[in-house]
């Protein structure tokens, strides 16, 4: 077959793995209540609103999420090349080890975490970290899985033959797995704690404030913890913020990724490296533009800043 | 709601010098020896300090700035560990202790970071994070059991079992984390030693666990069988080593926790 | 081996760090209270921002590893600010749709690109939240320095690692220039090696600056942004005694 044709199969496959890659990663953020707005969640107690959450401070985001990704690429090349056991075997039993090691510290963050908050009475939940940990683990098995998948084929586009074919000057990344896993860990941590955090720490934690004005500090530490039926724990959380905070994080990645790959992808058909800039500067000039609009639109629907008309949700 | 007793007084329960040269030693003598196996477990007492030194450095206001200082002096010691590599262990040592401590004279001059005490105790940072990284990298690719105090050990081999597989950003991402977790998951108004201390015991077992299954990887790379042997004895021991910490910390957590309820409502008491 | 090779290469590392430090302290970073819409800029840590664009710089320079030196360092700074500018156009989304706040800022009252007021559309009692126009700016500058400097740190180690294992005699046109037809097997080793020392300085100066930085900052307006100087020089003091180790581990 054709090498490009190949390839744009390739990219098409990637961008849409990378999506989800994106979008789990985040879910898994909000799960345990991780990086950004953990900082609330860790706040709540010393000003008395104890809490049903889940405090997994396993420092930012891209440094754990790049640990669970290299770990998985690890343990996948170990399997794969040094005892050859077929990739479809091999990728998902390395991302099953995984979950271990993912369980393991998310364990000791919350153990850890509410104990030294002793002073202030919040007490260790039990059921609270057996209901959310196997939850915690399947979320880091669906961004482990797609992130190691698309490793391996970048990996395999760029120094063997896919299908007779040699695309690997059109696509593929020459790094290998562990690495190019921890280096798409990071990229996706750092994303997903940029993006799909907002959506948590802004409206889910502080969802009995106004809607239409930032959390101002006066509400700092007081944190919804009643929920639709009951009291709130993080399970109720990512069922919010899967469906608006971590699909825009996993848009934002896949479109991350299909921009960079088209740029070197049509440059390299042409054979222009100097094409390759060229796209480069249109793209970011037309995100610029894009943003431009989003913010005078805003501005001019939104208004100036009013004082709150004594609307208030329940607590 | 019961009455919380507050822990007034800061205790430590292992001194910091001793944890320093107890690491030290051990580490660097498991290094020079050369017996993978007994390296990688020999690694522990360096993860531990490492830990330690984060808790103190910590301890004078970095806030969320803990998984930063774990990833500078990590990231000190893997450009040391290169070259302790290539040349000698020895040397790595003392390009690790000098470089950290050039470092520390650099960001305190500049006032960067307003730390007292800041070179000493970011060369004993970097100095821990080149002794986990060297103890591990032993422990992973290295083939025979001779000794090695003068004489580094960078063949064809080993660069095909660390760098074409990529294998060595295993061995500094597990040790950055292992070095920066515990004192991370324990922050809090009422941290204390013991805990911080036996989490770091959890994270190091997961390490050396990690460590034994890229050796395994790595004997059918090379295509060495007998490397499977030391893999083995790594990966038990991690193992072990990892669900006896899991348990101490959790029966410890129990006791010190202000309660430990299976369920309740925030507020109003619960079910035991 | 040429002494003035390894200057130069000393060099190059140095001026990476100082790109880094500056390109750290252009990105708009709100820090953890801007998880909570209580500050402006990208709701992340300093270093974390900053090591998730530089790490795309670091790919794409792997990505085009035959190439030209200076296409390299272009392309590699473009992919960094094409990550960026997408970061905060998905930040600003949120903010509008998730959250219902427009974007503003708080050091000034007009913003410092367009002229229009900002001060009006504040909620009390934050330091703005968003991403206007401004920040976006300084944000795609500093992704672009941020991804130069790593792509400035990957290429003369690279270079000096396949020079040596393919048996020529190392100059200044064969670490910038354009390579001989090399297959992507034979240079694995050496860009897992360049990869994990460029790594390795790109947190070191990352979170050098981040400590400078403490926190929050918006742009070039913001009073933070006067520490630079003396992060730049940190950053090229610490750069060049790391350097000299990576070139001893190297040659």
Same mark, same amino acid.
């Given at each position: 077959?054709?090498?490009?044709?190949?390839?744009?199969?390739?990219?098409?496959?990637? +961008?849409?793995?990378?999506?989800?890659?994106?979008?789990?990663?985040?879910?898994?953020?909000?799960?345990?209540?991780?990086?950004?707005?953990?900082?609330? %969640?860790?706040?709540?107690?010393? +000003?008395?609103?104890?809490?049903?959450?889940?405090?997994?401070?396993?420092?930012?985001?891209?440094?754990?999420?790049?640990?669970?990704?290299?770990?998985?690429?690890?343990?996948?090349?170990?399997?794969?090349?040094?005892?050859?056991?077929?990739?479809?075997?091999?990728?998902?039993?390395?991302?099953?080890?995984?979950?271990?090691?993912?369980?393991?510290?998310?364990?000791?963050?919350?153990?850890?975490? $509410?104990?030294?908050?002793?002073?202030?009475?919040?007490?260790?939940?039990?059921?609270?970290?057996?209901?959310?940990?196997?939850?915690?683990?399947?979320?880091?098995?669906?961004?482990?899985?797609?992130?190691?998948?698309?490793?391996?084929?970048?990996?395999?586009?760029?120094?063997?033959?896919?299908?007779?074919?040699?695309?690997?000057?059109?696509?593929?990344?020459?790094?290998?797995?562990?690495?190019?896993?921890?280096?798409?860990?990071?990229?996706?941590?750092? $994303?997903?704690?940029?993006?799909?955090?907002?959506?948590?720490?802004?409206?889910?934690?502080?969802?009995?404030? %106004?809607?239409?004005?930032?959390?101002?500090?006066?509400?700092?530490?007081?944190?919804?913890?009643?929920?639709?039926?009951?009291?709130?724990?993080? $399970?109720?959380?990512?069922?919010?913020?899967?469906?608006?905070?971590?699909?825009?994080?996993?848009?934002?990645?896949?479109?991350?990724?299909?921009?960079?790959?088209?740029?070197?992808?049509?440059?390299?058909?042409?054979?222009? +490296?100097?094409?390759?800039?060229?796209?480069?500067? %249109?793209? +970011?000039?037309?995100?610029?533009? %894009?943003?431009?609009?989003?913010?005078?639109?805003?501005?001019?629907?939104?208004?100036?800043?009013?004082?709150?008309?004594?609307?208030?949700?329940?607590? | 709601?019961?009455?919380?007793? =507050?822990?007034?007084?800061?205790?430590?329960?292992?001194?910091?010098?001793?944890?320093?040269?107890?690491?030290?030693?051990?580490? &660097?003598?498991?290094?020079?020896?050369?017996?993978?196996?007994?390296?990688?477990?020999?690694?522990?007492?360096?993860?531990?300090?490492?830990? !330690?030194?984060?808790?103190?450095?910590?301890?004078?206001?970095?806030?969320?700035?803990?998984?930063?200082?774990?990833?500078?002096?990590?990231?000190?010691?893997?450009?040391?560990? &290169?070259?302790?590599?290539?040349?000698?262990?020895?040397?790595?040592?003392?390009?690790?202790?000098?470089?950290?401590?050039?470092?520390? =004279?650099?960001?305190?001059?500049?006032?960067?970071?307003?730390?007292?005490?800041?070179?000493?105790?970011?060369?004993?940072?970097?100095?821990? *994070?080149?002794?986990?990284?060297?103890?591990?990298?032993?422990?992973?690719?290295?083939? !025979?059991?001779?000794?090695?105090?003068?004489? *580094?050990?960078?063949?064809? !081999?080993?660069?095909?079992?660390?760098?074409?597989?990529?294998?060595?950003?295993?061995?500094?991402?597990?040790?950055?984390?292992?070095?920066?977790?515990?004192?991370?998951?324990? &922050?809090?108004?009422?941290?204390?030693?013991?805990?911080?201390?036996?989490?770091?015991?959890?994270?190091? *077992? =997961?390490?050396?666990?990690?460590?034994?299954?890229?050796?395994?990887?790595?004997?059918?790379?090379?295509?060495?069988?007998?490397?499977?042997?030391?893999?083995?004895?790594?990966?038990?021991?991690?193992?072990?080593?990892?669900?006896?910490?899991?348990?101490?910390?959790?029966?410890?957590?129990?006791?010190?926790?202000?309660?430990?309820?299976?369920?309740?409502?925030?507020?109003?008491?619960?079910?035991? | 081996?040429?002494?003035?090779?390894?200057?130069?290469?000393?060099?190059?590392?140095?001026?990476?760090?100082?790109?880094?430090?500056?390109?750290?302290?252009?990105?708009?970073?709100?820090?953890?209270?801007?998880?909570?819409?209580?500050?402006?800029?990208?709701?992340?840590?300093? #270093?974390?921002?900053?090591?998730?664009?530089?790490?795309?710089?670091?790919?794409?320079?792997?990505?085009?590893?035959?190439?030209?030196?200076?296409?390299?360092?272009?392309?590699?700074?473009?992919?960094?600010?094409?990550?960026?500018?997408?970061?905060?156009?998905?930040?600003?989304?949120?903010?509008?749709?998730?959250?219902?706040?427009?974007?503003?800022?708080?050091?000034?009252?007009?913003?410092?690109?367009?002229?229009?007021?900002?001060?009006?559309?504040?909620?009390?009692?934050?330091?703005?939240?968003?991403?206007?126009?401004?920040?976006?700016?300084?944000?795609?500058?500093?992704?672009?320095?941020?991804?130069?400097?790593?792509?400035?740190?990957?290429?003369?180690?690279?270079?000096?690692?396949?020079?040596?294992?393919?048996?020529?005699?190392?100059?200044?046109? @064969?670490?910038?220039?354009?390579?001989?037809?090399?297959?992507?097997?034979?240079?694995?080793?050496?860009?897992?090696?360049?990869?994990?020392?460029?790594?390795?300085?790109?947190?070191?100066?990352?979170?050098?600056? @981040?400590?400078?930085?403490?926190?929050?900052? #918006?742009?070039?307006?913001?009073?933070?942004?006067?520490?630079?100087?003396?992060?730049?020089?940190?950053?090229?003091?610490?750069?060049?005694?790391?350097?000299?180790?990576?070139?001893?581990?190297?040659?």
């Amino acid at each position: 077959m054709e090498p490009i044709l190949i390839a744009i199969g390739v990219l098409a496959l990637i +961008v849409g793995l990378i999506t989800i890659a994106g979008w789990f990663e985040d879910a898994e953020s909000d799960i345990g209540s991780q990086s950004n707005p953990n900082s609330q %969640v860790q706040l709540a107690p010393q +000003v008395g609103t104890i809490h049903r959450f889940f405090n997994k401070a396993i420092s930012g985001e891209p440094v754990s999420n790049g640990m669970w990704c290299m770990t998985a690429g690890t343990i996948f090349v170990a399997l794969w090349l040094g005892w050859n056991i077929h990739p479809l075997i091999s990728i998902p039993l390395s991302c099953g080890l995984t979950t271990l090691f993912h369980m393991t510290f998310a364990t000791t963050a919350y153990l850890g975490r $509410i104990t030294s908050q002793r002073r202030f009475g919040q007490p260790i939940y039990i059921d609270v970290l057996v209901s959310h940990l196997p939850l915690i683990g399947t979320h880091g098995f669906m961004v482990t899985l797609t992130i190691l998948t698309i490793s391996y084929i970048m990996y395999t586009a760029s120094t063997s033959i896919i299908f007779n074919a040699d695309i690997s000057r059109y696509i593929g990344y020459p790094v290998a797995i562990p690495m190019l896993t921890l280096m798409l860990g990071i990229i996706s941590g750092s $994303i997903g704690s940029s993006t799909g955090d907002t959506h948590y720490g802004g409206e889910r934690l502080y969802q009995h404030t %106004v809607y239409g004005e930032g959390v101002s500090t006066k509400y700092y530490g007081n944190i919804t913890i009643k929920a639709e039926l009951g009291w709130r724990n993080s $399970i109720d959380t990512v069922w919010f913020c899967t469906k608006y905070g971590s699909m825009m994080a996993g848009l934002c990645y896949g479109l991350i990724l299909l921009f960079d790959n088209f740029r070197i992808f049509l440059g390299n058909i042409y054979g222009q +490296v100097f094409l390759n800039v060229c796209i480069g500067l %249109v793209i +970011v000039f037309m995100l610029f533009l %894009v943003n431009r609009w989003i913010e005078v639109w805003a501005r001019r629907k939104f208004g100036p800043y009013m004082e709150n008309i004594k609307l208030e949700g329940g607590k | 709601m019961t009455h919380i007793s =507050v822990l007034t007084e800061k205790r430590i329960s292992v001194s910091s010098s001793y944890l320093a040269v107890i690491a030290i030693v051990l580490s &660097l003598l498991s290094i020079c020896l050369g017996i993978p196996s007994l390296a990688a477990i020999l690694a522990i007492p360096s993860i531990i300090w490492g830990a !330690d030194t984060v808790r103190r450095i910590a301890s004078y206001g970095l806030g969320t700035g803990v998984p930063s200082i774990g990833n500078l002096s990590v990231s000190i010691g893997i450009l040391s560990s &290169l070259v302790g590599l290539k040349y000698s262990p020895i040397l790595g040592v003392l390009i690790a202790a000098a470089t950290g401590f050039i470092f520390g =004279v650099i960001i305190s001059r500049l006032k960067i970071l307003k730390i007292p005490h800041f070179p000493r105790l970011i060369t004993e940072l970097s100095l821990a *994070g080149y002794l986990t990284l060297t103890c591990l990298v032993v422990g992973v690719a290295k083939t !025979d059991l001779l000794p090695m105090v003068f004489n *580094g050990f960078l063949n064809d !081999d080993v660069v095909k079992a660390l760098f074409w597989t990529g294998f060595i950003a295993a061995i500094y991402w597990a040790s950055t984390l292992a070095i920066f977790h515990p004192f991370n998951a324990g &922050l809090g108004a009422d941290e204390r030693q013991g805990r911080t201390l036996r989490i770091a015991t959890v994270t190091s *077992g =997961v390490t050396i666990c990690l460590s034994g299954i890229v050796r395994l990887g790595n004997a059918g790379i090379l295509g060495r069988p007998w490397m499977v042997n030391e893999a083995i004895i790594m990966i038990a021991i991690g193992g072990l080593i990892w669900i006896y910490g899991l348990i101490s910390l959790y029966n410890a957590c129990r006791r010190e926790a202000a309660s430990t309820l299976w369920t309740g409502i925030p507020g109003r008491g619960g079910l035991e | 081996m040429d002494f003035l090779i390894l200057i130069i290469i000393l060099i190059a590392i140095a001026i990476a760090g100082i790109l880094i430090s500056i390109g750290t302290m252009l990105l708009p970073i709100g820090g953890a209270p801007a998880a909570m819409f209580t500050s402006t800029g990208i709701a992340t840590g300093a #270093e974390m921002m900053l090591t998730g664009s530089g790490i795309t710089g670091i790919l794409m320079s792997a990505v085009l590893f035959r190439e030209n030196g200076l296409i390299v360092m272009v392309n590699a700074g473009l992919s960094s600010a094409i990550m960026m500018s997408t970061v905060m156009l998905i930040c600003n989304f949120l903010a509008v749709y998730g959250r219902g706040v427009p974007p503003a800022l708080y050091t000034r009252e007009k913003d410092p690109i367009t002229g229009e007021n900002v001060k009006i559309y504040i909620t009390p009692g934050t330091t703005g939240h968003g991403i206007p126009t401004a920040c976006f700016i300084s944000g795609i500058i500093g992704a672009f320095l941020g991804g130069l400097g790593g792509a400035l740190t990957f290429i003369p180690v690279f270079r000096l690692l396949v020079i040596k294992a393919l048996g020529l005699t190392p100059s200044i046109e @064969a670490i910038f220039s354009q390579l001989i037809e090399v297959s992507s097997s034979n240079v694995l080793s050496s860009i897992v090696i360049a990869a994990t020392i460029a790594l390795g300085m790109f947190l070191i100066n990352a979170n050098i600056t @981040a400590y400078a930085i403490r926190g929050v900052i #918006e742009g070039w307006w913001d009073p933070k942004f006067k520490n630079t100087p003396r992060t730049a020089l940190a950053c090229f003091l610490a750069s060049i005694v790391f350097g000299c180790i990576t070139l001893l581990f190297i040659l």
